[in-house]
């Protein structure tokens, strides 16, 4: 049985859950952001490297909070720091005020990759503009810009 609740075709079919349309989204635009970041000199960074990326915050960070909102744990979040820490694209700190917590703060070299990949996020977003047109493109990042969840019915 699939994990995406899929059935066999058949005359009343429903349309494909919306979760699984904005996951598809999601790993095809950080497919496509990984594929051209190579072009750039970012062969090793992957899209779960992209992820905890864009989770990061222009100042510090603390691992603690990265890992809560991936939804994954600490030492997943550990693991891909470790990376980027090696490639110089984070450094850790300790935190002067929380002695157990760590800093992750981005390197020049980091701001570089998150400027290049904010680029070519930009182009991704052109290119599907001109595939679905503007209209669509526009109506689309209005929906996706709501505050889903907050005073709605969502959670009934």
């Given at each position: ?120 996020l930009?182009?991704?977003?052109s290119?599907l ?28």
């Amino acid at each position: 049985m699939s994990t995406k609740f899929t059935t066999k075709p058949s005359v009343n079919a429903v349309p494909e859950p919306l979760t699984v349309l904005l996951e598809t989204a999601s790993r095809s635009v950080l497919r496509n952001l990984t594929a051209r970041l190579r072009g750039f000199g970012y062969a090793m960074v992957t899209e779960p490297h992209l992820v905890l990326f864009g989770n990061l915050e222009c100042g510090g960070t603390h691992a603690a909070q990265i890992a809560q909102r991936m939804q994954v744990s600490r030492q997943a979040v550990s693991k891909t720091l470790r990376e980027l820490q090696g490639w110089g694209f984070v450094r850790l700190e300790d935190d002067p005020e929380r002695r157990n917590q760590k800093l992750v703060i981005m390197t020049d070299r980091g701001m570089a990759l998150a400027l290049d990949a904010r680029r070519e996020l930009h182009a991704i977003e052109s290119a599907l503009a001109q595939e679905i047109g503007p209209d669509a493109m526009a109506a689309l990042r209005g929906a996706l810009e709501q505050r889903w969840g907050t005073g709605s019915n969502l959670a009934s």
